[in-house]
């Protein structure tokens, strides 16, 4: 809690929090603010935007409500974003975790894999998946966590190997501590905060790679994201550029959001090291 | 000998800190003397050394007066030279020593890069560099601590500068490699005439060589004088526990079952 | 570590529920279970695994990455055909970003907290918020659609017979909207990179040594803080040489620009699994050329590297 409090004393932590806070309560309460299907076909299609208070955004080629779909659609990207950041940082820590304390030929090998996931450039690997797989949300998060989960291991495992040779670590093991309980008290904590402060980047690329699947028509197509909204406005750009205009400045103050509560973040840890 | 700079009621204190560094120092420097700054950890001596220097961070209060004889205020690198404590966090570590040793002439004295060049080495030779024309063209990670030392001091001294300030540049260094150093600093300031202040909290060593002393504590002027003077009758109680626990090797032990 | 890719990746796609085959037959238009049967075996996919991955592997030292399904022609002509434009977008627009974003990023860094320093900082983290895709967009609405000052998409106009100097004119008008979408999100991130690693530099004690030597600040800024936060700026861009890879792949789809990325997009569409881990082998292979010569740069700037015993 007082982290929270020292966070909203810098102007970045507090305007991203609050960017946040608000996107989260707009898609929790998502059904409440635009009920319904966001898919189904609502008004005449193509209205311009600011012109009907009953769409205040317009609606799109088929008569959708493009207000509701940028409603709906922030529970996409939070979703995919948080959760992908999630597993990328869980598979990474356990990676690296284990690659630091193994040593020896596992290290090697584990790294070895890791050195391959950084060199196959993560979207294509993304776009592999999907494709492979099928597009639905659980196979999106798992395609975006593959390609983003090297770069918190290799972290994680530098932190590890660092850390180990440390004098409070030498002294814990002098004393008799068992191994286990080094790693658990002494070294985890430690490592956490650089692998925490990458997490809000993992966050924000998540967010734009799902925009950008589901863009190229490979995201699910059961639901409504910003990126097949951007989509679908394309093939009207012309004549109607603000069906794609919207959704983009919905990613962007999403993305912004995150990176200024990251930066909020990186301010007060770096005021309490201070 | 004139007082080439007059300090009168000097206060400094670093931003965001309510005590002062140093408070109320009243001192004269004067032209041509060797002055060696005397403190512990905390007394201020490199404070005073930056503030006279101006090398103070951004956000530092000042507050008093220093009057300089030579009517300016003196610039860094043209009427002052400085070398720090750490030789290896001196010189950036990828430029050429010699790029680092005659920029300052380059800039003060208005010479052109190459006779800059040629300055620079005439500088190694004269701080005793092994082989100056190879050493111009090698980077600081090549040579050991007391040669970078030494680039240390070529470059600070490359514009001919009238004073030259050398805060702690022994304490990292080796005991012999000490020794060299300092008569290395007491010859090049004897033959240009300079004024040395150096600042140490080992007053051995500069009692061996400074004409006037300064003791310092917790940011305040204890005494100063002429060293003679000082050590055989200190005047502070300050000054005399600081000459009592001085050690070397004639010292009694400080543990009794040392000596069995 | 090629190897694990190219094991990784077999895998991968032979998880895949259909086959290239079977999407041929969808496209055109359906087929029985003698012709899907007769065609497998033509490509050779009703082998087990196990012995199609030593087959690939096989054929891979002889630089063969097997026959593309959808297109009906080998992948490594495919590959090597529309590699060399992607490599122009990107060499471009890394070039742009580079340069452009570092010299921001010293006037930002030379003055940390000024007033230029905070609207710099701010614009490049709107800008480095912006998908790139969406930036494209845009940039093709305000000067393709309504301004009509450059093409829409395509690397050159389509049969114009034009050769020489005038080609290439064409092919830069067609590669500007695409190179510039590219470059400003990379120099807003090249930005703040620069920008924080002077910041770091000017903590350092050399700087402090310098300023007692009393230079100029131009001097101080450029040759000593800037050429400093230049390291961690190279390494930065081998790091991300990766993702602007991949990142080719939607601009390329927006402006129908020939490239190695589009033809990502096509395998995917056509689910033509050869094709598609010869793009990935290929892109691995060329991230790690780039790699390489990121390294060799980077020794060339920091003597450090590769230092052996000191002189004296």
């Given amino acids: 809690m007082r982290r929270i409090r020292n966070l909203m004393k810098t102007p970045e932590g507090m305007a991203g929090f609050g960017i946040l806070a608000t996107l989260i309560l707009v898609a929790l309460f998502a059904p409440v603010l635009s009920p319904g299907d966001p898919l189904r076909i609502a008004g005449d299609p193509l209205l311009a935007p600011f012109v009907d208070p009953a769409f205040p955004l317009g609606t799109d080629r088929l008569g959708r409500d493009v207000l509701a779909g940028i409603i709906h659609g922030t529970r996409t990207s939070l979703a995919v974003g948080i959760a992908a950041a999630i597993a990328a940082i869980a598979i990474g820590l356990c990676v690296g975790l284990a690659a630091g304390f193994a040593g020896g030929l596992v290290e090697e090998a584990l790294m070895r894999v890791v050195d391959a996931f950084q060199i196959v450039p993560s979207f294509l690997l993304a776009l592999a998946f999907v494709s492979v797989i099928g597009a639905s949300v659980p196979v999106v998060v798992l395609a975006i966590a593959l390609g983003a989960w090297a770069d918190p291991a290799r972290l994680t495992r530098a932190q590890v190997l660092s850390i180990r040779e440390r004098d409070y670590v030498a002294a814990a093991r002098v004393i008799g501590m068992h191994p286990v309980e080094i790693a658990w008290k002494e070294i985890l904590p430690n490592a956490l905060p650089p692998v925490l402060a990458l997490s809000a980047i993992i966050v924000a690329a998540a967010i734009l790679t799902e925009a950008a699947l589901s863009f190229l028509g490979l995201g699910d197509p059961n639901i409504v994201t910003w990126g097949s909204m951007i989509a679908e406005g394309r093939n009207v750009l012309r004549s109607s550029p603000s069906l794609s205009i919207f959704p983009g400045i919905a990613l962007v103050v999403t993305v912004i959001g995150v990176y200024l509560l990251s930066e909020g973040f990186g301010k007060t840890l770096a005021g309490s090291e201070a | 000998m004139s007082a080439l700079c007059e300090i009168r009621e000097l206060e400094v204190a670093y931003r965001g800190n309510s005590v002062p560094a140093l408070t109320n120092i009243d001192l004269d420097i004067h032209a041509g003397e060797r002055l060696a700054i005397i403190g512990e950890s905390g007394s201020g001596k490199s404070t005073l050394a930056r503030t006279i220097a101006r090398l103070l961070p951004a956000g530092a209060r000042v507050r008093g007066e220093m009057r300089w004889s030579i009517g300016q205020v003196p610039l860094p690198g043209r009427d002052l030279g400085f070398v720090f404590q750490d030789p290896s966090a001196s010189l950036n570590p990828v430029l050429t020593i010699g790029e680092q040793v005659a920029e300052g002439a380059r800039r003060h004295l208005g010479l052109t890069w190459r006779t800059a060049y040629e300055r620079a080495l005439d500088m190694l030779e004269r701080v005793r560099i092994p082989d100056p024309a190879k050493v111009l063209k090698a980077f600081p990670h090549q040579l050991s601590g007391g040669q970078r030392q030494r680039v240390a001091i070529a470059a600070a001294l490359a514009a001919g500068p009238g004073i030259l300030i050398a805060d702690e540049v022994t304490s990292a260094l080796d005991m012999i490699v000490q020794a060299e150093i300092v008569s290395l600093l007491d010859e090049l300031v004897r033959e240009a005439g300079m004024t040395l202040i150096f600042i140490t909290h080992d007053i051995a060593l500069a009692s061996g060589f400074a004409d006037r002393v300064a003791i310092f504590r917790d940011g305040g002027l204890v005494e100063a004088g002429p060293t003679g003077a000082i050590l055989t009758s200190p005047k502070d109680v300050y000054t005399r526990a600081l000459l009592a626990s001085h050690r070397d090797l004639s010292t009694p032990p400080l543990i009794r079952e040392a000596t069995s | 570590m090629l190897l694990i890719v190219i094991v990784l990746t077999f895998l991968l796609l032979e998880s895949a529920s259909g086959d290239a085959v079977d999407a041929y037959l969808l496209s055109i238009g359906g087929g029985d279970a003698t012709v899907a049967q007769s065609l497998r075996q033509a490509y050779g996919l009703d082998q087990s695994m196990l012995a199609r991955l030593w087959l690939y592997i096989s054929s891979l030292s002889r630089l063969d990455l097997g026959w593309s399904v959808a297109f009906d022609r080998p992948v490594l002509l495919l590959v090597l055909e529309r590699l060399p434009n992607t490599l122009l977008l990107m060499g471009s627009a890394t070039a742009l970003a580079f340069g452009l974003g570092s010299a921001l990023g010293i006037v930002a ?191 060339a700037l920091d003597p450090r590297v590769g230092a052996s015993e000191p002189a004296a």
Avoid at chain 3, 140 to 160: C, K, M, N
């Fill in chain 3, 109 to 299: 860094g030379a003055k940390p907290e000024s007033a230029s320093d905070r609207v710099l900082s701010t614009v490049s983290l709107i800008l480095y918020a912006i998908p790139s895709f969406w930036l494209g967009l845009v940039l093709s609405i305000v000067f393709a659609v309504q301004l009509r000052w450059l093409p829409t998409s395509g690397i050159e106009t389509i049969a114009s017979g034009k050769t020489g100097l005038t080609r290439a004119a064409d092919i830069a008008s067609h590669l500007v909207l695409p190179v510039g979408a590219l470059a400003l999100i990379y120099t807003a991130l090249f930005l703040r990179v620069m920008r924080a690693g002077m910041a770091d530099v000017w903590a350092l004690d050399f700087v402090l040594f310098a300023r007692s030597k009393g230079l100029s600040r131009s001097r101080i800024v450029l040759r000593h803080v800037a050429r400093n936060a230049l390291l961690p700026l190279v390494t930065m861009l081998g790091l991300q040489s990766a993702a602007m890879l991949g990142g080719s792949v939607v601009i390329e789809s927006i402006f129908a620009v020939p490239g190695f990325g589009r033809l990502a997009q096509e395998a995917v569409s056509g689910r033509d699994a050869p094709l598609l881990m010869g793009i990935i082998l290929v892109s691995a292979v060329l991230v790690i050329c780039i790699n390489l010569v990121i390294d060799l740069l980077y020794a």
